[in-house]
């Protein structure tokens, strides 16, 4: 299972873009990058997916280089309300033992 | 709208009790995790199930065990127990497939005493 490693914070201001990067270096073939946003007493919510270059959605933007041995999630315009615990995490859907494991994630703190 | 649904948000059990916890959805995943959450040590994986009368251990399964009997239902039962598991418990389920979005309960939170 490839591991990622994240920043274990961060601090913005609100209208500001947010970038934060996750490095999985061992990233198999067939994984996928997906991230999740986690508030307080309440469990991990889906941001985004994907497998190569960028993914957009209404919430976020991920960015995948090349090698894919690393990605950005980008929070454009970032507000108070998206102060958050932010996890990525790499796998293959298809495997039976794929497991959602959960490391770190990055704490971000979204200042007036 | 798509459901993780755990049966309780609040409970408080003795020392040595057996305590289930339930968690049903109702989205036809194949998959299903239970987690324990605890300040500063994230979430942690303690059981998973990737079909009916399937499971597998997660980082921590000491002290607990697990049963799905049908595919929309996970149950993680505590034998006996302790202090020490008193914690945030939260169940979710995805699908199998290159979609892996993964759906959470709403938690439950457990006091032990």
């Known amino acids: 299972l490839a591991k990622t490693t994240q920043p274990i914070s961060m601090d913005s201001y609100e209208g500001q873009e947010v970038n934060i990067t996750c490095s999985h270096n061992?990233?198999?073939?067939?994984?996928?990058i997906t991230w999740y946003q986690q508030f307080p007493s309440q469990g991990p919510r889906f941001i985004i997916q994907?497998?190569?270059t960028k993914v957009t959605n209404e919430v976020a933007s991920l960015f995948i280089p090349a090698d894919r041995k690393s990605s950005t999630l980008s929070l454009p315009r970032v507000s108070l309300s998206d102060t958050a615990v932010y996890y990525c995490?790499?796998?293959?859907?298809?495997?039976?033992?794929?497991?959602?494991?959960f490391g770190s994630g990055t704490r971000l703190l979204v200042r007036p | 709208d798509v459901k993780v649904t755990q049966s309780s948000r609040y409970l408080v059990k003795r020392t040595g009790e057996k305590v289930f916890l339930e968690c049903v959805q109702d989205?036809?995943?194949?998959?299903m995790f239970w987690y324990r959450q605890d300040p500063g040590l994230g979430l942690r994986l303690i059981y998973f199930?990737?079909?009916?009368?399937?499971?597998e251990k997660g980082d921590i399964p000491e002290g607990y065990s697990v049963s799905r009997e049908k595919k929309e239902r996970f149950s993680l039962i505590l034998e006996s127990a302790s202090t020490n598991q008193t914690s945030m418990y939260l169940c979710?389920?995805?699908?199998?497939?290159?979609?892996?979005?993964?759906?959470f309960g709403q938690g439950t939170r457990l006091t032990v005493v």
């Open positions: 979710a389920s995805s699908p199998r497939g290159t979609d892996t979005e993964a759906f």
């Open positions: 061992n990233i198999a073939t067939n994984d996928y």
């Open positions: 994907g497998y190569k």
């Open positions: 995490l790499v796998g293959d859907g298809m495997d039976s033992s794929y497991k959602l494991i």
């Open positions: 989205m036809d995943h194949e998959n």
């Open positions: 199930s990737y079909d009916v009368k399937m499971k």
